[in-house]
């Protein structure tokens, strides 16, 4: 099996293709990747010389790029690509209308003229919007999508949607609640604070802490797209979460308390305008239909994760330096 696997130098889309080289190892692996600010090198660094797997440097916008790879014969498509930070959408949201939504209606259009058997569109629990106290998002909460990023990832749900609908593109959605792990860019919640608080910075949070999201590890995600990608249901969408609603401030203090730093390093800050103030994912389809359920109990993934950046220093020293974008990416030019 050949599989595109677009977005693979960032943070789950490069502990997808760990998972999958590791599981299937005669599969062959092509990762398109733009190498914005979010995608690292680094990230696949263990596998760059494998003859199973290629890396091309291109915008899943760049239809040329696209159409060469899937003419050699792509049978399935795992689409990670995304700008995908929501404070960044609030700054430029066109890029996000251009990766998001231009770069999925590029893919799902190569995918269809090419006749590939299976396209996996990786979405968020996100394009749902924001809970009250009680409730779950289930598979027909309506999409209502509070942010330029989750509005464009509901518009690429939408369009991948209506490939399947219209020209019976063998589409399955996946979307997932909010992920931690090894390689997650810095910016992100659990890596801010980790790499902060080893430095003795300041830790900031948004508005009161209190807004709660639901965590997964990232291994369980890859887990669960596998799943999607060998037996999902086409025109199927499978939400992806691990019943681990926290607090931000719930979430701040543990890793706190793991470094053996004060909280006085906490410094609540101004809140994102339209911050979602709850998000819980019931996957009882995804557990009951494919058989998936999370291995990494919270505490542990916590903990393993926050070994991870310790003893990864120079992984995220290189970022926050800008090193990391210099140097050879180990892949070819995409065509155009
Ligand atoms: P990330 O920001 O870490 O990585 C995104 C990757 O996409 C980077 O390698 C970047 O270089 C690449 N990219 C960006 N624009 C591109 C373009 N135009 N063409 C080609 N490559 C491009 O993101 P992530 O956290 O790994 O998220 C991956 C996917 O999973 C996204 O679609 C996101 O919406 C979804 N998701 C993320 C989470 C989470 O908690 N991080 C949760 C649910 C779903």
Request: glycine share 8%.
């Amino acid at each position: 099996m050949k599989v595109l696997v677009t977005g693979g130098m960032g943070f789950i889309g490069s502990n997808f293709i760990l998972h999958l080289h590791r599981a299937y190892p005669h599969y062959r692996i092509i990762n398109l990747d733009l190498l914005t600010y979010a995608g690292n090198p680094a990230n696949l660094e263990e596998i760059q010389s494998s003859p199973n797997y290629r890396f091309v440097h291109g915008d899943i916008a760049d239809r040329a790029i696209v159409d060469s790879i899937m003419a050699e014969g792509v049978d399935a498509v795992v689409h990670f690509a995304a700008e995908s930070h929501v404070d960044r959408s609030i700054e430029n949201p066109l890029r996000f209308v251009h990766t998001n939504v231009t770069g999925t209606l590029q893919l799902l259009e190569s995918a269809r003229k090419h006749g590939v058997a299976r396209f996996v569109q990786v979405s968020t629990d996100e394009v749902y919007g924001s809970l009250g106290p009680d409730g779950l998002f289930t598979e027909r909460t309506p999409l209502a999508p509070n942010s330029p990023y989750s509005a464009s990832k509901a518009g690429a749900d939408l369009l991948a949607r209506s490939y399947y609908e219209t020209y019976g593109l063998p589409v399955i959605i996946t979307r997932c609640s909010n992920n931690y792990g090894p390689r997650q860019f810095p910016e992100k919640l659990i890596p801010l604070v980790i790499t902060r608080a080893l430095e003795d910075r300041e830790v900031p949070i948004y508005g009161d802490g209190l807004n709660v999201r639901d965590w997964l590890h990232v291994d369980d995600h890859c887990a669960a797209v596998d799943l999607a990608l060998h037996r999902g249901v086409p025109g199927e969408v499978y939400n992806v979460g691990g019943n681990n609603e926290r607090t931000n401030v719930d979430i701040v203090r543990r890793i706190l308390a793991e470094l053996g730093k004060p909280e006085s390093l906490i410094r609540f800050v101004q809140d994102r305008p339209g911050h979602d103030r709850r998000y819980a994912i019931d996957a009882t389809k995804i557990r009951e239909t494919l058989g998936w359920s999370p291995r990494y109990r919270f505490d542990e993934g916590l903990k393993a994760t926050i070994e991870w950046y310790v003893s990864n220093p120079e992984w995220w020293k290189r970022i926050r330096s800008g090193a990391y974008r210099q140097g050879d990416h180990g892949g070819t030019e995409g065509a155009t």
